[in-house]
Nanobody
Framework: QVQLVESGGGLVQPGGSLRLSCAGS????????MGWYRQAPGKERELVAR???????NYADSVKGRFTISRDNTKNTVHLQMNSLKPEDTAVYYC???????????????WGQGTLVTVSS
């Protein structure tokens, strides 16, 4: 069974930093795009940052210059370094990946369980 497991959320003061990590496990053959989404209370889930297997990245305008996404293809992991955090960054953050697993090699979109980030003084 293939799954994504996030870690690194928590409570941080405005202006602080957090680093989220997401690890894929199971019978993974390959991973295409990986990314982070977030959902604040009462709002729809939105893309935060995304990276392709080739290393291309894109970010939501609201986080450009503050957040950095990175991945380690050898470890099936993706990270989100979040700096200069603001109260409006408070949300549940979800890892997302497009994964081919054995033996079917069918491409599937998977989500992690989510990790809560709270930015508050």
């Amino acid at each position: 069974q293939v799954q994504l497991v996030e870690s690194g959320g928590g409570l941080v003061q405005p202006g602080g930093s957090l680093r989220l990590s997401c690890a894929g496990s199971g019978n993974i053959a390959s991973i295409n795009a990986m990314g982070w989404y977030r959902q604040a209370p009462g709002k729809e889930r939105e893309l935060v940052a995304r990276t392709t297997s080739g290393g291309s990245t894109n970010y939501a305008d609201s986080v450009k210059g503050r957040f950095t996404i990175s991945r380690d293809n050898t470890k099936n992991t993706v990270h989100l370094q979040m700096n200069s955090l603001k109260p409006e960054d408070t949300a549940v953050y979800y890892c997302n990946a497009n994964i081919r697993s054995t033996p079917s090699y069918i491409l599937r979109e998977l989500w992690g369980q989510g990790t809560l980030v709270t930015v508050s003084s």
